[in-house]
């Protein structure tokens, strides 16, 4: 089994674990003062204390539509992702990019949502309508 390791930063780990863990239901590993380890959706994503990475201007665009760079985040099955994107919405999360559609009726439609944690980092939520058509052209 093969997982992904990403370390990002946070100002606050307090707020971490109420974002991730309380609203993500992101499952909490080891941590020390300085940083954290979650089980973001089976990757480990462990935030540590620091400067945020800025977002930088780009015209980088997906399917038409400006994206936020850097981000990051998760492909979930389409039931989660549809889950997922209305406890956001009823937590008041604010949308980088609406829920929406990408890639409509083509290989590799998804539905995809933007938006940041507490600490301005911007994370993209995503499900493809056939799974299998995750790395098609």
């Given amino acids: 089994m093969s997982i992904f390791h990403l370390a990002y930063t946070?100002?606050?780990l307090d707020s971490a674990r109420n974002f991730y863990g309380e609203?993500?239901?992101c499952e909490e590993g080891r941590s020390t003062e300085t940083w954290v380890d979650f089980?973001?959706?089976g990757n480990q994503l462990s935030l540590h204390i620091g400067e945020v990475v800025k977002r930088s201007k780009t015209t980088s665009k997906v399917d038409d539509v400006?994206?936020?760079m850097p981000h990051f985040?998760?492909?979930l099955d389409w039931q989660s992702f549809h889950d997922?994107?209305?406890k956001l919405k009823s937590a008041g999360v604010q949308f980088i990019i609406e829920s929406t559609i990408r890639f409509e009726?083509?290989?590799?439609?998804q539905a995809t949502i933007f938006f940041e944690d507490p600490f301005q980092n911007a994370l993209e939520f995503k499900a493809y309508q056939n799974p299998l058509e995750v790395f098609s052209k």
Avoid: N
């Avoid at 009726?105 to 439609?109: A, D, I, P, Q």
């Fill in 23 to 25: 609203l993500l239901g």
């Fill in 10 to 12: 946070v100002t606050d």
């Fill in 39 to 41: 089980d973001f959706f």
């Fill in 84 to 86: 997922i994107a209305e």
């Fill in 105 to 109: 009726g083509k290989s590799g439609e």
């Fill in 66 to 68: 400006s994206v936020p």
């Fill in 73 to 75: 985040g998760c492909v």
